[in-house]
């Protein structure tokens, strides 16, 4: 669904598949960090069109992201040189707040109330181009 | 997980016979590659051919599967789509794991490789 919106909104086939990777990475957050993998959860997740930007939301009321990782979220994540002869050094998770923030080019978060929302939004082609 | 598995002299390719690799499968499929990558001799083909989404889970069950292999071991993947290829690109990995165009370019490369010598 979410890669047919993206299609109709002129997302070429590489920026509708970042989109909805970076859906995908912050609904798993949600699910293993905000609910801790709790079962019988909900969450609510909103994708549309609003001033020539895709705009995602994702309402959670579990735990909320601690402070330093909404900075990891908005500021981005330094990622360290690797070398591929240390295998052994190379991690196998943590890699969803970078992706998000490397594809969407607007994020904020908000927890209040019990309720935590993640808002990200990616500017359409057109937009993208009139801006730059 | 289904792959599907074929020999080619040294060389073990698997085949993901899945189009996605999200996280309500990525726990299996770890296991499935991990396990693949011991039995592998020494060099083993990974075919993304077919496959059209993977996230950060999945790529974890890859990485997983490059740590596991023996030390003159050899993981290469093939097959990665252009839209795939860019997750590679954003988390650095394209660095990590060598790619080819088809199961037969990597074969010859990774046969190549093993015929070189030390």
Known sequence: MLRDLCASLGFDEIDAYQVELAACEAMVNVIRHAYRNEPGKTMMVGAGAEDGRLVIEIEDRGVPMPAERVRDLKEGVEIAEVDSRERSSLRESGRGLQIIHDVMDEISYESEGGMNRLRMGKLIAAARREEQ | ?118
């Open chain 2, 1 to 118: 997980m289904r792959f599907e598995e074929t020999v080619s002299g040294d060389v073990l390719v698997v085949k993901v016979m899945q189009p996605r690799i999200a996280a309500d499968v990525a726990g299996d499929f770890k296991k499935s590659l991990v396990e693949a990558v011991s039995r592998a001799d020494r060099a083993i083909v990974l075919d993304l051919t077919g496959l059209t989404f993977i996230d950060s889970m999945g790529l974890g069950g890859l990485i997983a599967a490059l740590k596991a292999l023996k030390e003159d071991g050899n993981l290469v993947l093939c097959g990665v789509s252009h839209s795939i290829l860019s997750m590679f690109k954003l988390t650095r990995m394209d660095k990590i794991f060598r790619m080819f165009g088809t199961a037969e370019e990597a074969v010859a490369a990774l046969t190549h490789d093993a015929s070189r010598p030390a």
